[in-house]
């Protein structure tokens, strides 16, 4: 019999929440299971949840960053920055006014370029090759790679070039010594670029101030050089300007003498065009022709439009309908000839009803109608060959009006285009006038003002020796190595999070099922279990087993009387009484689930049987030290010919109120023996023994037998191992449960680990438990302080 306590903790209290399960049915959640939410924001405690998870990964790249960091650090040589101030002031005037446009135009835009030209001289490659010659660096050790930078990568690159040319002798063989008997590239050149790296050129904001530094291992050779480059640029600029004042005036001469010769050409040309196309009388020609055209343009749209009627006219007596012309609708002639019909038919009509048609009467009244009648006709043929003519005497007239515009357009062309020609002319002989004038004027301000423009760049501060070091700063480098090794750390524990493919905590579980998680099974730790357990078990869970029994106040047992709790309301008529334990794949400890399951019943008071149905690999016998046969398959075997408790199957266990039936003799085909019907007959015998049935069935995946198993029991409880069931595995076994409309109760999570961030709540919950317990129960021992 259960204590008072055992009843108490299993009496349903507020932090149970009822929920409809599959089929309408009643279900209860452990009061460990969270409902996720429908929410699409980001829960920045979810990344913390990771973050802390994966801490050991974030912390060890932070120290393989920090330490790849201090040990480059280390091998650096130290390095020196002289730097030197020059002023460069925007350049004066240009020598040729009408080249300085563009730069007024842009204003300070055209300044900063000029600025940016001057930086980007004092980092050229010719600066560097007239310092190097001027200073004799073409040897300097510095610069031509004896004395070179340390680091980590440096020394393996240098030990990779040493082996690659150890090894390329042997296998180029003769190509090789070609290669190293060629001609040695410039000195001078490959000094200068190494130089070139070692200049930084920083101008001072908002001022026309630059400061050009030069990086030396050596504080003497990097004040040197930083004054040699300040020099040389000073003095390069001073011998370009004078250079430019030399090669403009040539310039200048040679432009004026083309521009002369091109001025007198146009002026000819200008002169020539103007007495062969008569210019003077150009625009009257060009009036009278465009009158002329406006004239013809009008007269074509009144044709166009009297074709436009006479077209539909035309069709009319095309098709033979000439009585549906306007003008025959319209004619007095043939209006008064058919009136005049109208009273001869009349007539006729009065005379026939007296006279035969030969009467002479009548037939002269006969004779007049036939007259009409022809009359009328002929003048309607005559309004339509009139129709007729007068379209094609106005088609001819658009031809002939649409060439003579043709012709008038022409020439109208035709004197546009002299007109243009004659204002291209014009313009270009305006044109090189206005050059010649103005290379004339700058020609004579360069002979005044030869000689007396100043130089606008001057050197403000000369470099000094450098007394320290300014690279390398550990204190730097560490720090950006810990923000750096800090985002990978993270980015890679987030990779990890995402990768992992396997359950490891309930909102997994509902995210994958419709079915609730009806409890959580605490991770048992080697040092919590039993010595004599641990001695006599070979395997990681077989003493697991008895862990409710031999440790009824720890975490783990209270989790199973959880379990037992929610599977009281599984179902609105309670507990089911045949119970089927199984899991998506071998060793996630559902054997373990349904041993401590049956044994927590078996506390609460009633008679349980605990049955192996894991025919395949059967481990219930070891677990609790008894033989393997007689057992299920005996039991399946005589179903007919004896009741299930007077036969030797039922094996009684250490604890109260649980039997066992194991396995029995091991059998070819397990699935044929297992779907048969007397093990239907076994398992109603069992019902009226026993208050409940706890089955252990072999794995879902890959077999046939817990499909089986499953049809013929009250509920089904699959077992998940946290970390260990995969996602898509978990997936399939539920999917093959539902085909077979199997009634799942829910899922246990077995193997959580309660020191694992994913469930610090729950270690809280435990731990608060257990010292309780520990209070109200010393001095019993305390298995739960390592969880």
Known sequence: MASDKDKERDRPVHHLKPVSGAGGQMTVYDPHVSVPEDDDSIDLREYWRILVKRKWVVFGLLAIMLTATAMGTLLMVPEYRATATVEIKPEGGRILAYEDFESSARGAAGSQQFLTTQYEILRSRSLAEAVVRREGLQDHPELTGEIRQRSVMGEMRELAGMLLAAIRPAVGGEDAEGVSEAAPADPVRSTAGRLRSRIEVQPVRNSNLVQVSVVSFD???????????????????????????????????????EMRIALERSDRALADFARDAHVSDLAENMEMARAGLRSLSERLDDVRNELVQLSGWRELVQQGQIDHLDPIANSTTIADLQKRLLDANAEYASLSERFLDSYPTVAETLRRIELLRAEIASEKQKIADGILGRFETLRAQEAALERAIAEREERIMALNEQGVQYNILRREFETNQELYDGLLQRMKEIGVAAGIQENNISMIDEARTPAAPFKPVLAKNLAIASMLGLMVGIGFALLLEFLDNTIRRTEDVERLVDRPVLGLVPLVRPRERSSSRRKKSKGTDRSLSHYSAEHPQSSVSEAYRSLRTSLMFATPEGMPKVLLVTSAAQSEGKSTTAANLATVLAQNGSRVLLIDADLRKPALHRDFGKPR???????????????IVEGPAIHASDVDGLSLMLAGHSTPSPAELLSSSRLGKVLADCKQIFDHVVVDAPPILGLADAVILSRIVDGVILVAASGQTGKESFRVAIRRLNQVQAPVLGVVLNRVDLESPDYAYYSSYYYNYESSQEQLDAPKPDLSKAS
Not at 247 to 252: G, I, P, T, V, Y
Not at 629 to 643: D, E, F, V, W, Y
């Open 219 to 257: 504080r003497e050779f990097s004040s040197r050089v930083a004054n040699a480059v300040v020099r040389e640029y000073i003095e390069g600029t001073m011998q370009r300007r004078y250079d430019a004042g030399s090669e403009a005036r040539k310039f200048l001469q040679t432009q004026l003498d």
């Open 629 to 643: 046969s007689p057992g299920l398959t005996n039991c399946i075997a005589q179903a007919n010919q004896t009741r």
